[in-house]
Every structure is written in C-alpha cells, then in structure tokens.
C-alpha cells in the first residue's frame, strides 16, 4: 500500500512561516510528479504548488512568490516553505503523487495536515 505520510502543519499567526513535509517510497518518488493542494471547508480541492520528478515547479497564482515547493530527492520527500500567510491560506494541506511508470498513471494522496492563519 502507498503512504504518503506528512508533517508540518499548524498554527500561525498572519506573516507568518511554516514548512510541510511529505514522505513515499523510493519507488513511488522516483517516478512521480509531486504536489500540494489544499481543501478549505465549502471549496473545492486546489492545486497550491506542484513540482515534476525533473525538478519544474509550477505554483497557483495565489501564492507566487510566498511559498516554495523543493524535492529531496536522496530523502524521498517533497517540501513546501510557506512565508508571509494570510488567513485566507487556512486549509487542510494534502500531498499528492502524479505516478507515471510503463504507460501506467496512478495518483496518492496523503492523509492531510492542518494550517489555520490567523490575524
């Protein structure tokens, strides 16, 4: 069974920083393209930043310039550094994994973590 398994999440005040972490198999890092979406209650699942197995980062315009998404490609995990937060980045946090291997897609998720910014 395929975890991802995250960290990270909390409590800040606005201006604030946090990082997230997540963590997969070698196997399932390896080959995949790896993100952050985020769920606030009453809206849809977003894309909050997404970084491919080569290392190209793409962000939602929300939150250019404020976060950072960064592999570790020796630890198998991804990083999000979250700066300068705003109540309105309050939401559950969720790692995915894009896995793409002999024409096969397959997606992950982790269980999700919390982050609520206050003012």
């Known amino acids: 069974q395929v975890q991802l398994v995250e960290h990270g999440g909390g409590l800040v005040q606005a201006g604030g920083s946090l990082r997230l972490s997540c963590a997969t198999s070698?196997?399932?890092?390896?080959?995949?393209?790896m993100g952050w979406y985020r769920q606030s209650p009453g809206r849809q699942r977003e894309l909050v930043a997404k970084i491919t197995s080569g290392g190209i980062e793409n962000y939602a315009d929300s939150v250019k310039g404020r976060f950072t998404i960064s592999r570790d490609n020796p630890g198998n995990r991804i990083f999000l550094k979250m700066e300068g937060l705003k109540p309105e980045d309050t939401a559950v946090y969720y790692c995915n994994a894009d896995y793409f291997t002999s024409g096969t897609h397959r997606e992950y998720w982790g269980q999700g973590t919390q982050v609520t910014v206050t003012d």
């Open positions: 070698r196997n399932i890092f390896l080959d995949s393209d």
